[in-house]
T-cell receptor, first 117, second 112 residues
Framework: SAVISQKPSRDICQRGTSLTIQCQVDSQVTMMFWYRQQPGQSLTLIATANQGSEATYESGFVIDKFPISRPNLTFSTLTVSNMSPEDSSIYLC??????????????FGPGTRLTVL | KQEVTQIPAALSVPEGENLVLNCSFTDSAIYNLQWFRQDPGKGLTSLLLIQSSQREQTSGRLNASLDKSSGRSTLYIAASQPGDSATYLCAVTTSGTYKYIFGTGTRLKVLA
């Protein structure tokens, strides 16, 4: 399994500013994922972050708006740039990790609740 | 393109009832299906994972089944309790990818 922590847990930000969210895992993992959950909605994958390479973004998400760093196998950051009220969401970090069986499961951090005024 | 739907969107039941949550997906070529629980304003807790070769998984009062050919999974909760109140999400990965596609969720409320 994997235990994931995120900072900050929540923040209220002004329009036009940027916020960097940190994700720390208690074990080394190859892939880390960033999701967005808009109010009342399900989760949407923003990008996949592999250590040592550029993040891979899903359709509708771009690097200029959501730059991602992955400096090592236990840490990643997601920045939400030039924020607008539409960016108000919960942002979740997740990883794939072995469960002790023959397969991997996806584990999630507690999320960062962002409100943009 | 894989789409995942959950029915019902919301459910309210009295304590002690057995209940079934449904998840359907459009592309049967899945690698695995995972059920999660999400409490309000919180992250996701993994409940059960079913690999494509499996038909069901059980953990305590929870039982998840998978029918790939019909594109369906069910989560059965026995003897429901107020502490089971949460949003339940199913998610699938399609063979050959690592991406999870999430369903729309079922908001469950168990009344004491």
């Amino acid at each position: 399994s994997a235990v994931i922590s995120q900072k900050p847990s929540r923040d209220i930000c002004q329009r036009g500013t940027s916020l960097t969210i940190q994700c720390q895992v208690d074990s080394q993992v190859t892939m880390m994922f960033w999701y967005r959950q808009q109010p009342g909605q399900s989760l949407t994958l923003i990008a996949t972050a592999n250590q040592g390479s550029e993040a891979t973004y899903e359709s509708g998400f771009v690097i200029d708006k959501f730059p991602i760093s992955r400096p090592n196998l236990t840490f990643s950051t997601l920045t939400v740039s030039n924020m607008s009220p539409e960016d108000s969401s919960i942002y979740l970090c997740s990883v794939e990790a072995p469960t002790g069986g023959s397969y991997n499961e996806q584990f999630f951090g507690p999320g960062t609740r962002l409100t943009v005024l | 393109k894989q789409e995942v739907t959950q029915i019902p969107a919301a459910l309210s039941v009295p304590e002690g009832e057995n209940l079934v949550l449904n998840c359907s997906f459009t592309d049967s070529a899945i690698y695995n299906l995972q059920w999660f629980r999400q409490d309000p304003g919180k992250g996701l807790t993994s409940l059960l994972l079913i690999q494509s070769s499996q038909r069901e998984q059980t953990s305590g009062r929870l039982n998840a089944s998978l029918d790939k050919s019909s594109g369906r999974s069910t989560l059965y909760i026995a003897a429901s309790q107020p502490g089971d109140s949460a949003t339940y999400l199913c998610a699938v990965t399609t063979s050959g990818t690592y991406k999870y596609i999430f369903g729309t969720g079922t908001r469950l409320k168990v009344l004491a």
